[in-house]
């Protein structure tokens, strides 16, 4: 099993769509939990962290399920400039710092 | 905002030779990473170091790698003897406490 698991898409939507990306990761023992953003050849940038409770930053929302392994991303309102693929990252056991991948959910968003 | 930065944007390299990427971190930060993308696939995990030591490598940093921190604000990785498999984005990361971690904007280094 992948340690984080993503379905790559690409997930194509109209603007001012609402899309939703979920992840699951493999190792109970991870503590933090974010979604980065990674546009064509470019470094990921943090998006946002993950909380148990939930937490939104605008017109972002995203949840962590421990219970479950499961991570989601909810992107309300699509805009143009968010076409972008969506990274679910998580830190591995230990306190090293080591983040984790998935591979990845393309995101376009059209006109 | 402060940044990390990475020196060069683009390295070409024949196999067998030696390179040197460098990064200067954001300067209050303590804890520092080198990850790697090849082409099409996920970002990889190399190597953190907190404390002028590693705290943690990857598989993939075999003896070829190193890091080194060698004055108050570079932070470098070094591979000695290049391989075509090396081709790949290197990502440099750093942070106040382990998280979260900004990224520099990444070294292509492309093996010949």
């Known amino acids: 099993r992948k340690e984080v698991e993503q379905d790559p898409g690409p997930f194509n939507v109209p603007e001012g769509a609402t899309v939703a990306f979920n992840c699951t990761y493999s190792?109970?023992?991870?503590?933090?939990f974010f979604w980065y953003r990674q546009d064509c050849r470019k470094e990921p940038k943090l998006l946002m962290s993950?909380?148990?409770s939930g937490n939104e930053d605008g017109r972002f929302t995203a949840q962590l399920n421990r219970a479950s392994q499961y991570i989601s991303l909810l992107i309300r309102d699509s805009k143009l400039s968010d076409s972008a693929t969506y990274l679910c990252?998580?830190?591995?056991?230990?306190?090293?710092?080591?983040?984790?991948f998935g591979q990845g959910t393309t995101l376009q968003v059209k006109p | 905002e402060p940044e990390v930065t990475q020196t060069p944007s683009h390295q070409v390299t024949q196999m067998g030779q030696e390179v040197i990427l460098r990064c200067v971190p954001i300067?209050?930060?303590?804890?520092f990473y080198w990850y790697r993308q090849i082409l099409g696939q996920k970002v990889e995990f190399l190597v953190s170091?907190?404390?002028?030591?590693?705290?943690?490598k990857s598989e993939i940093f075999d003896d070829q790698f190193s890091v080194e921190r060698p004055d108050g604000s570079n932070f470098t990785l070094k591979i000695r003897s290049t391989k075509l498999e090396d081709s790949a984005m290197y990502f440099c990361?750093?942070?106040?406490?382990?998280?979260?971690?900004?990224f520099g904007d990444g070294t292509r280094l492309s093996i010949l």
């Open positions: 993950v909380y148990s």
């Open positions: 170091f907190y404390n002028n030591e590693i705290s943690e």
């Open positions: 990252v998580v830190t591995a056991s230990g306190n090293t710092g080591k983040l984790i």
């Open positions: 300067s209050n930060h303590l804890y």
């Open positions: 190792n109970s023992a991870s503590q933090s």
């Open positions: 990361a750093s942070s106040v406490g382990g998280q979260p971690q900004h």
